[in-house]
């Protein structure tokens, strides 16, 4: 069975700071992995994705995620937050029509 | 700019209603998805379709239905909503071709008392 564990629940960082976010799965055969960031009131929007290849994946608003395989880890990067980071990421996998997704990691970006 | 469209952003319900919750995308996606969106446990797969008139069930189907009529329309169908239904629920689309990436709308928060 496939799942998704993010095991940090909340997270604050100062705006300017570095971010990470950390995503462990367990899946039978190569995943998709995926992030995604909700905010306030909206619905999930996609980060960044992992299908094959380079295992450094670039997304948008400057957010990367590293796929190591050896430790089943997905992790989330963002050298310098901003405040409009604020928000809750989920990381998932899957394949085809079934996605797993992780509890979610809420960030509070402090001035 | 609006893709996929959830018609109720909220609604409040009583125990043993009927409940429809409309999701409509207009991306000519093959794929539709209902998921539930509760504190704690991320999002769980309700039911999903790949064609019209076609449906699977997911993680959590137990106490829901899905209506696929067209293939721009999918329903979610609470035929006797309880108060442990009360949650979000997000709709998703996707297409054959775009590897599971999805495309969410904005939710609808469910009260059910």
């Known amino acids: 069975a496939q799942s998704v564990t993010q095991p940090d629940i909340h997270i604050t960082v100062s705006e300017g700071a570095s971010l990470e976010l950390r995503c462990n799965y367990s899946?039978?055969?190569?995943?998709?992995l995926f992030w995604y960031v909700q905010s306030p009131g909206q619905g999930l929007q996609l980060l960044l994705k992992?299908?094959?290849?380079?295992?450094l994946v670039q997304g948008i608003k400057g957010f990367e995620a590293e796929f190591k395989r050896s430790q089943s880890s997905f992790n989330l990067r963002k050298p310098s937050v901003h405040w409009s980071d604020a928000a809750e990421y989920f990381c998932?996998?899957?394949?085809?029509?079934?996605?797993?997704f992780g509890a979610g990691t809420t960030v509070t970006v402090r001035a | 700019d609006v893709k996929v469209t959830q018609s109720s952003r909220y609604l409040v319900k009583r125990t043993g209603e009927k409940v429809f919750l409309e999701c409509v995308q207009d991306?000519?996606?093959?794929?539709m998805f209902w998921y539930r969106q509760d504190p704690g446990l991320g999002l769980r797969l309700i039911y999903f379709s790949y064609d019209v008139k076609m449906k699977e069930k997911g993680d959590i189907p137990e106490g829901y239905s899905v209506s696929r009529e067209k293939k721009e329309r999918f329903s979610l169908i609470l035929e006797s909503a309880s108060t442990n239904q009360t949650s979000m629920y997000l709709c998703?689309?996707?297409?054959?071709?775009?590897?599971?990436?999805?495309?969410f709308g904005a939710g609808s928060r469910l009260t059910v008392l």
């Open positions: 899946y039978g055969a190569t995943p998709y």
């Open positions: 998932a996998v899957g394949a085809r029509y079934k996605l797993s």
């Open positions: 991306m000519d996606h093959e794929n």
């Open positions: 998703a689309s996707s297409s054959e071709s775009g590897a599971n990436v999805l495309t």
């Open positions: 992992y299908f094959s290849g380079d295992t």
